[in-house]
């Protein structure tokens, strides 16, 4: 770690992390990472009509790791699933003023946690659906 | 002020040393080399802390040679021993698996330049395996290099001991010292060293100064080539202000140790690692079961990344490290705790705590209690808690399915 | 106080350089590798400097690396270019013969290693041969080395010509600026450098730090391995408050340099310069014929011995030296004052004096009266002298007589 | 030159060397050396019935050079030719409390100028007495 700075964004969002915790009645929760690897990162939506209304984390890993999971979660409240769908890791890396390059796979797993999260919930709502 | 707890990452300058310093940057600013006065000054005092220095360790003032600090010694020593005619016969080299990154890296390059590298294991305290050194150390053996003092751990190897397999098998022994100077006593010639390294800024000296220790016989190829400094073995312009802090800061720093100084770190340390214990579950102490140098606590706290607690940490005016400073800048998690056959999913999230002359004991409880806090509020965060406190285990079972986890990532590498 | 006429071997560090030096000595101690705070806002100084010494030569700052000082960074071109895969193929090296003694050695040591060495040599007035070089630079040559100004007398090469002959056949491009930065505009884009040295104890900064330029995409086998400092390029803790120290030294020797500092230093070394021929016979200025850096002066005093000579002079508090400093605590007469055609006899007598910012012209009077005073001493004492008054001869008829001896010894070894 | 420290009775043979000069009625000369290596010492010496009663040198050379000619001088005179034979170049080292090592040659230097001195005296009254 360090030999990079965080910006003062990051910094923020990783000391006063924004959506913070569980939601207990999620509609789609996805968990990507690996704790061999240093990040794991838990994304829990909850989903209306095909938007997304609120939305939580749970990260294990770096600053960098947190700030993205809770700027993530920022992102996506008030978007269609369509919408979410578009936000690319390189999205999640600027609305934070960037992150140091060792530190942009954050951004990366933040973007797979939004996806894996959306395929739970398309899962659940098709085992309804049945 | 924050509790600076990161000393094994370095020190600052003692106010005595810096005086000691002044007169070289301001008044005495000659060249050793210079044939004038102005300069044959400075050369006369770089040769009274070279003689400082050789007795601080117990030995011959011409056998010290200055360098840039510890990791050009230690680059000099691997790279400089596998230049001479020795290596044309002995063509292995045996190292620990816990050395700083400047021994372990330049052995990797040797390895690449066709020398057998054979990288001793430890076992989970942390100490190099005896065993393993016995099998190891053999005929062909040009060099071991074994560090007395872990930098992560403060575990304290059995150097005296491998010492002795090395010379039966006519191999040389090197010891990079950094971290034991200073906070245990070190005996060169009772450790039975052929080449040592020490380091200014892990002893209340200036940085980008050190010194390698070569016993007299032994011509290691230089690294530099230059003028006739330092009798070619390590040429360029002296640094004489750092040269002579460092010096001065081996003196003071030697004197408090015979004076206790390192009693009352040992106690507050310990006093650190109960408090801690006291208030905070499902954390392990590393290289507990070892000796270590009294000043070195390293935790490892189950479900937590060390890098958002030491950031944590700093940002409430706690000063601590993640490992070693030099290893950072990776996202590798650290290969002393790997060796030491921790998972990684705890290695990443181990803290080292490393003590010095001027902490206090208020500062050791405050450090307690915020740890403890930042701790619950990462977990609290972290999926792999939610996990494991829905799951109803215990974290030594945890421990189990977490290690058997690691070996399987491991073997589908 | 002490006349100080040896800039070129180190100078002092200027009261404003220590100043921004001493807040790293004292309150800002972190080591710039570390997480926390403490260590980040050292890092972020150093790069600051980084900007600073990188805007100074008109480079980009992460071209630029840090190290001990020159010597390291020109080992660590020449050592570092042959460990590259264009090694493979280019295995000539071409360097001047009157380089500094680290690349000097380096080469020598390279060419054990394997590589084709070529050595160019200089006109009688220092000057390196373009003809020569335009011979010797080939699509085989790896590397070209050749400095701006020569430590010694000052002279300043062709630089921008060779290194374009050099980009003609794909061949990297090299230049020890260490004596010129400061006492010429240096331009590395102008020059066409791919790798630049430079030194802060020749600019009034502290000793034991300096810089390599290393153009971005040409990736240098390292000297030293440990950890990630210098992007793994320049591995080992920093010098921060060496680095700092360097830049602010830098930005005050350029500022100096566009008010004029430099010259009123030429001047005053014009002064001494007439004064010397004024009142001594039988003397040679050294590279006077060629353009020199403003500060230096570089004399033979016929039928004297330069040691001698400078002993005396330091004796009357006027400290000069007799060639570089580094290569002194050796027999061995200049290789830059032999490689200009100078017989051995002579260049034994060779005195430099090199200016710096504080000299007044009063200090340069009471110089070359002390010289003239020192040389008719040290003349009375030599049996040459006395064979040269017998002889009848005149200088110039002496000096040919001298260099025939001279070659006819030489043929006899 | 430097990386070593004259001893101060070199230093102070340097300063003031003892016996600098010629000796215009010498009865042995001695010139060893060569300029090429930087180092050429002569010497004066005034010798009657079989005793040097007078010394004198000059020197091209650095300071040890100076020194241990000026040095030769001193501790010749009053001696016979025989007992002048046997100072070593050790003791004209000696008499200066020790030269550094680099150095050493110039005591070997004023050693063979005494030889050669006494040599060109002996050759002289050779010729004398044919
Ligand atoms: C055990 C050990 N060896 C070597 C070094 C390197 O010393 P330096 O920081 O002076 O390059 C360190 C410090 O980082 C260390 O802890
Ligand atoms: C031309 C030149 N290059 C390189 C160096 C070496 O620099 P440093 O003294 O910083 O090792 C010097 C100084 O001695 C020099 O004059």
Redesign the pocket.
Known sequence: MAGFDYSPKVMDYFMNPRNMGELEDADGVGTVGNPTCGDVMRLYLKIEDGTIVDARFKTFGCAAAIATSSMVTEMVVGRTISEALEISNKAVAEALDGLPPVKMHCSVLAEEALVAAIEDYHERSDGRDK | MSVYLDHNATTPVREEVLETMLPYLRTFFGNPSSVHSVGRQVRQAIEEARATVASGLGVRARDIYFTSGGTEANVMVLMGATGTKQAEQRRRIVISSVEHPSVLHSAKELEKRGFEVISLPVDERGVVSLDHARQAIDDRTLLVSVMLANNETGVIQPVAEISSMARAHGAWMHSDLVQALGKIPVDVKGLGLDMATVSSHKIYGPKAVGAVYVRGGIRLRPLLY??HQEHRVRP??ENPAGIIGFARAMELVLSDMDQGVMDRVEELRDMLEQEILKRIPHIRINGGGASRVPNTLNVTFGFVEGEGLALMLDAQAIAVSTGSACSSGTLEPSHVLIAMGMPHELAHGSIRFSLGRMNTSEEIMETAQKVARVVEQLRSMSPLYEDFTKSGMDFGSYLVKVGSDDEKSAMEE
Chains 1, 4 share one sequence.
């Open positions: 230059g003028g360029g312009t």
